[in-house]
């Protein structure tokens, strides 16, 4: 897996949007980035992948840069039910399958 | 909605005794995978499967051990519980292994 560095923690006002960064500056070029959630202690929840292009979905949009060294996950317009950590991974895979292998992530709190 | 089941919700046991936490998918995923985590702490990936007959053991070492008889059945055993053991236990299945259906989790309490 290529190693990913994502804040510790980001507070977002409820109705605004949530910005949250990810550096994979290690990835290679047939790696994808995915993002899950986690909220409380409940599994984990997928939300968006991407390679190259920037994608969009009814959850989420992830902006991916040029050289692919970093992305930012975006809720545009986060709810306190968004309050969660978001985790950023780059899985290596080979050709039986892969892992993903989650990181501390990013603690997000959406407040009033 | 993803169909993946994990019995029991919740298990309070004593130290010594065997246990075995129980995941079943529906949904006929080949990728099946165990992670580990205390409140508050990261996920660890303990066990994965990649079919039937196939367990790899994850980037977490464990002293439980897992079988993959039946595509649909991925259950964990600790032969011995302690209180080390204590934890949440998240299974999660996959068709690609890249995006994961988790269930809801086994909350384990060794005294």
């Known amino acids: 897996d290529a190693k990913t560095t994502q804040p510790p923690s980001m507070d977002c006002a409820e109705g605004r949007a949530a910005n949250l960064p990810c550096n994979h500056s290690?990835?290679?070029?047939?790696?994808?980035v995915y993002w899950y959630r986690q909220i409380h202690s409940q599994g984990p929840q997928y939300i968006i992948h991407?390679?190259?292009n920037n994608e969009t979905n009814e959850m989420a949009s992830l902006i991916i840069t040029e050289d692919r060294k970093s992305s930012t996950l975006i809720l545009p317009h986060a709810t306190l039910r968004d309050t969660a950590v978001y985790y950023c991974?780059?899985?290596?895979?080979?050709?039986?399958?892969?892992?993903?292998?989650f990181g501390q992530g990013t603690e997000l709190s959406v407040k009033p | 909605e993803a169909d993946i089941y994990q019995t029991p919700r919740y298990l309070v046991i004593g130290t010594g005794k065997k246990i075995t936490l129980e995941c079943s998918q529906t949904?006929?995923?080949?990728?099946m995978y165990w992670y580990q985590q205390d409140p508050g702490m990261e996920l660890h990936l303990i066990h994965y499967?990649?079919?039937?007959?196939?367990?790899e053991k994850g980037d977490l070492s464990s002293e439980s051990t897992v079988s993959r008889i039946r595509t649909e059945h991925f259950p964990l055993t600790l032969e011995s519980a302690r209180p080390s053991h204590t934890s949440q236990y998240l299974c999660?299945?996959?068709?690609?292994?890249?995006?994961?259906?988790f269930g809801e989790g086994s909350r384990l309490t060794v005294l």
């Open positions: 991407g390679l190259k």
């Open positions: 499967s990649y079919g039937v007959n196939s367990t």
């Open positions: 991974i780059a899985p290596w895979w080979d050709n039986q399958g892969g892992k993903l292998i």
């Open positions: 949904m006929g995923h080949d990728k």
């Open positions: 290690t990835i290679s070029g047939n790696e994808y």
């Open positions: 999660a299945s996959s068709t690609s292994g890249r995006e994961l259906f």
